[in-house]
């Protein structure tokens, strides 16, 4: 049992296509009010993996890109994805797991508190690659609150019924030769769990238990919110008997979600566009009440 007494209140959330009003949401690679990247210390963080990148431009180049929205730190799409994933093993390491429901907390602000929701990891990874001048747009998913049941055993009852998933999704630079026509766009699942060997030989699917959190299987299993093969984790909504059990075996199996998708709201510039829009998972008072609380508790 979910609960909807949480919720927003006076916000329609209908399924969409493209971004609101027909509109294609292209992405950027401008700072929000979100993915501030132009903070001290938000910059320093993408000068620092930028000089560690293997092949990289070295610092020198990536305080360049840090210092104009839009400039690339590397045009090569080999180091844009090195890069990202340098940025997404440093906050899986860094920034302290946790369940904090302030989805509209700046990013600096999670670097400073050294801890954040996986929503709020999202936004830093974001954030680093805006600052290195790849543009990244999300997708808004309101994805059923029992995927939730694991982490809550023994507060089901007070589980949103819905949870809004702002789902990134990032566009490299163009590979070296190629026509004028710009690159597709990639989920965040794509850039961490299918574009680099390393990470396809890691696999397993995803059970939302344990110390691991979705942000981190990013790195070793392709997340999917669309249909696929198999549904992981084999609990999910419909899953039979055996279902999802190929998931969870094989480099780099795919892990379907599909199931927990109630609605796709499309895709939006920003997060702090989807949030406008949508509002946050939680009520402003009802995340008053929790974050003190779950804005501490670790994922275990």
């Known amino acids: 049992m979910t609960s909807s007494l949480l919720r927003p209140r006076g916000r329609t959330r209908t399924g969409t296509t493209g971004a609101p009003g027909g509109a294609v949401a292209e992405g950027s690679t401008a700072p929000t009010r979100i993915l501030d990247w132009r903070d001290p210390l938000v910059a320093a963080l993408v000068r620092e993996l930028g000089a560690g990148a293997v092949g990289g431009s070295g610092s020198a180049g990536v305080v360049g890109a840090v210092g104009s929205a839009g400039a690339a730190g590397s045009a090569d799409p080999a180091r844009q994805i090195e890069f990202l994933h340098r940025a997404h093993t440093w906050i899986s390491g860094a920034v302290r797991p946790v369940y904090s429901v302030q989805d509209e907390r700046p990013v600096s602000e999670v670097l400073r508190r050294g801890r954040g929701s996986c929503s709020q990891r999202l936004a830093v990874l974001e954030a680093a690659a805006r600052a290195y001048g790849v543009p990244t747009r999300v997708r808004g998913l309101l994805v059923d609150g029992s995927f939730w049941y694991p982490r809550f055993p023994r507060l089901r009852r007070i589980v949103p019924d819905q949870v809004l998933l702002a789902w990134p999704e990032f566009r490299l630079a163009s590979p070296a030769g190629a026509s004028g026509a710009a690159a597709a766009w990639l989920t965040v699942s794509e850039l961490l769990g299918g574009l680099r060997p390393v990470a396809a030989e890691q696999g397993g699917g995803f ?4 110390p ?3 942000f981190e299987a990013l790195s070793r299993t392709a997340i999917d919110w669309d249909a696929a093969p198999a549904v992981c984790p084999s609990t999910g909504p419909g899953a ?9 075996a094989g480099a780099g199996a795919a892990c379907d979600l599909s199931a927990y998708v109630l ?15 949508h509002g946050q998972t939680l009520c402003g008072l009802a995340r008053l009440m929790a974050e003190p609380v779950l804005g501490r508790r670790g994922a275990a």
């Not at 059970?207 to 344990?210: E, I, L, R, S, V």
């Open 240 to 248: 039979g008997p055996g279902a999802g059990a190929g998931a969870g």
């Open 207 to 210: 059970t939302n238990a344990g």
């Open 212 to 214: 691991e959190t979705l």
């Open 263 to 277: 609605t796709d709201l499309g895709h939006y510039a920003s997060r702090d566009e989807l949030f406008a829009r």
